[in-house]
């Protein structure tokens, strides 16, 4: 059982303010989902929990399992079992998808890897996800299509196995069978590993198939709403407008 | 695969066939004169224990076509290359330096109508290396295409790339890519000079130095790779990208491994 626990974090870039007092906790077999309209912080709050060097953090702890990892570089955070599917996933000429696995499960493992099983099991996620096995050995993300791409970062969830799962706008350049497959393949891993899992979108059609046990709005850095499933069709219904300017949006409702 | 070992300033082994034929001089300053009379692949590997001078000539005849691979590995080397591409006639390079330092010169003619080169050039640099890269369209519907990566941990690169086509020589193509990768921009340069006196012609050129890519560096990084075998999982990458299918991966590999120490 892990906890991710974030207290009262606040975060700017280049004195810009993005993140204000935002507060969350998410534990192991727990599925919660951030929503909210573009430029409210969502992003921000998934590369912060990852370390991303660029943001500052001016108040506030993130802890993982009551540990502060703030720190911790990126690859630390990484190796604690942290994950974030990006939502554009870089293209790096020259290092192959095989490559760079490898060498990721190498500094996680150490001396416990063994190239055998590694192409095993990588061939195995591969054919799972629908993914020719030739894409093993491209450039990450070279001359990929947008759902290619986004089977990639699932197949790197597979062979990293991490315990708190972070993905953001995995949905994104998606076409419905591309989404089907994501969404599916997300939910396979949690019903094997029972992972954390924090899903960032905009949309409600990725929730179709990954079921969240939390939603959480967040508007202007800090979550103005949080309910269960059924809080995805007052969104829907409603906008997002109606929390930034609705009285019942200023109390957050912890499910 | 045709195969020569130069150790220091002369041959030491060479397994080539009818197809290539050798003429080695000594002098002061030592030379071999590599001659392909029909389309072939030839690996030279190169490696010196002393400070070294060397002049080296490669001649192309007509409508020939070569894939060329170097490895060069050793001390302080003076390389001089002289390249006679005539009419039809294609050179592929594909050169990997790795010498404690590097002054090179190339002077690159394309001598015949339609001749061509690709000019690959992968370097890990220790010191201080240098080179100076001229390429000469001399004829109509010629073409270069120059591509030099340096990795400049530990030393520093001076790039200076000069493709010059003159008057008459129309059609003529001319590309020029130079990278370096460095923490340090201020001690490398990249120079490049594109001297045309012609209309009807393309030409083109794209210099960088500079470090990695954050938001790269991040991703990798995000996937438990630390900083620095993120920095040399990117170096590989440069490195091998576009040689691979040429040379053993293993090979380089090992050649980048010893860079890291």
């Known amino acids: 059982?892990?906890?991710?626990?974030?207290?009262?974090?606040?975060?700017?870039?280049?004195?810009?303010?993005?993140?204000?007092?935002?507060?969350?906790?998410?534990?192991?077999?727990?599925?919660?989902?951030?929503?909210?309209?573009?430029?409210?912080?969502?992003?921000?709050?998934?590369?912060?929990?990852?370390?991303?060097?660029?943001?500052?953090?001016t108040s506030g702890e993130i802890l993982f399992d009551d540990k502060?990892?703030?720190?911790?570089?990126?690859?630390?955070?990484?190796?604690?079992?942290?994950?974030?599917?990006?939502q554009n996933p870089l293209e790096i000429d020259g290092v192959t998808n095989a490559d760079f696995l490898r060498t990721a499960l190498h500094s996680k493992m150490g001396k416990d890897f063994k190239l055998m099983p590694f192409i095993k099991e990588l061939n195995a996620n591969t054919d799972a996800l629908g993914m020719n096995r030739e894409m093993i050995h491209r450039s990450v993300n070279r001359g990929f299509s947008g759902g290619e791409k986004k089977k990639n970062e699932i197949l790197q969830m597979y062979m990293l196995k991490p315990s708190i799962v972070m993905l953001?706008?995995?949905?994104?350049?998606?076409?419905?069978?591309?989404?089907?497959?994501v969404g599916e393949s997300v939910m396979k891993y949690y019903e094997k590993e029972k992972p954390a899992i924090l899903?960032?979108?905009?949309?409600?059609?990725?929730?179709?198939?990954?079921?969240?046990d939390f939603v959480h709005i967040l508007i202007d850095g800090k979550i103005v709403m949080t309910k269960d499933f059924s809080l995805v069709k007052l969104i829907e219904e409603k906008g997002y407008d109606y929390f930034k300017n609705n009285d019942e949006s200023e109390t957050t409702i912890v499910a | 695969m045709?195969?020569?070992?130069?150790?220091?300033?002369?041959?030491?082994?060479?397994?080539?066939?009818?197809?290539?034929?050798?003429?080695?001089?000594?002098?002061?300053?030592?030379?071999?004169?590599?001659?392909?009379?029909?389309?072939?692949?030839?690996?030279v590997i190169y490696s010196t224990s002393e400070d070294t001078k060397l002049n080296v000539e490669y001649i192309l005849l007509e409508n020939v076509q070569?894939?060329?691979?170097?490895?060069?590995?050793?001390?302080?080397?003076?390389?001089?290359?002289?390249?006679?591409?005539?009419?039809?006639?294609?050179?592929?390079?594909?050169?990997?330096n790795k010498s404690n330092a590097m002054r090179e010169v190339d002077l690159i003619d394309l001598n015949g109508v339609n001749s061509h080169i690709e000019f690959n050039l992968r370097t890990l640099s220790n010191k201080e290396e240098k080179y100076d890269i001229y390429v000469a369209h001399n004829e109509k519907y010629t073409s270069s295409n120059i591509n030099n990566i340096g990795i400049a941990l530990k030393g520093n690169i001076i790039f200076n790339v000069t493709g010059e086509i003159s008057k008459g020589n129309s059609g003529s193509k001319l590309d020029q890519n130079n990278q370096i990768v460095t923490f340090n921009a201020s001690k490398c340069q990249i120079n490049p000079n594109l001297l045309i006196?012609?209309?009807?012609?393309?030409?083109?050129?794209?210099?960088?130095?500079?470090?990695?890519?954050?938001?790269?560096?991040?991703y990798l990084m995000s996937r438990g790779i630390k900083e620095n075998d993120a920095i040399k999982l990117l170096c590989e990458g440069l490195i091998l990208n576009k040689l691979k299918e040429s040379y053993s991966k293993e090979e380089i590999l090992d050649f980048i491994q010893e860079y890291w120490g």
């Open chain 1, 1 to 57: 059982m892990h906890t991710l626990k974030i207290v009262n974090l606040s975060v700017s870039i280049e004195n810009k303010s993005i993140l204000k007092d935002f507060n969350l906790t998410i534990k192991s077999g727990e599925i919660h989902a951030i929503m909210g309209p573009n430029g409210v912080g969502k992003s921000t709050l998934t590369k912060v929990i990852m370390g991303d060097k660029n943001y500052k953090v």
């Open chain 1, 68 to 86: 502060d990892i703030s720190l911790l570089n990126v690859s630390e955070r990484a190796n604690l079992g942290i994950f974030l599917g990006m």
């Open chain 1, 168 to 181: 953001d706008e995995i949905d994104s350049g998606l076409d419905v069978d591309a989404l089907k497959v």
């Open chain 1, 199 to 212: 899903l960032i979108t905009h949309y409600q059609r990725l929730l179709d198939y990954i079921k969240p």
């Open chain 2, 2 to 43: 045709n195969k020569i070992i130069i150790e220091n300033n002369c041959i030491k082994e060479n397994i080539v066939d009818s197809r290539i034929e050798i003429i080695e001089k000594s002098s002061i300053v030592s030379s071999i004169k590599i001659i392909f009379k029909e389309s072939t692949d030839l690996k």
């Open chain 2, 66 to 96: 070569v894939n060329l691979y170097e490895l060069r590995n050793g001390f302080k080397t003076k390389v001089q290359y002289k390249y006679d591409i005539k009419s039809n006639a294609k050179l592929y390079l594909y050169r990997i």
């Open chain 2, 197 to 218: 006196d012609e209309y009807d012609v393309e030409a083109e050129h794209n210099a960088i130095i500079g470090k990695f890519d954050d938001q790269i560096l991040f």
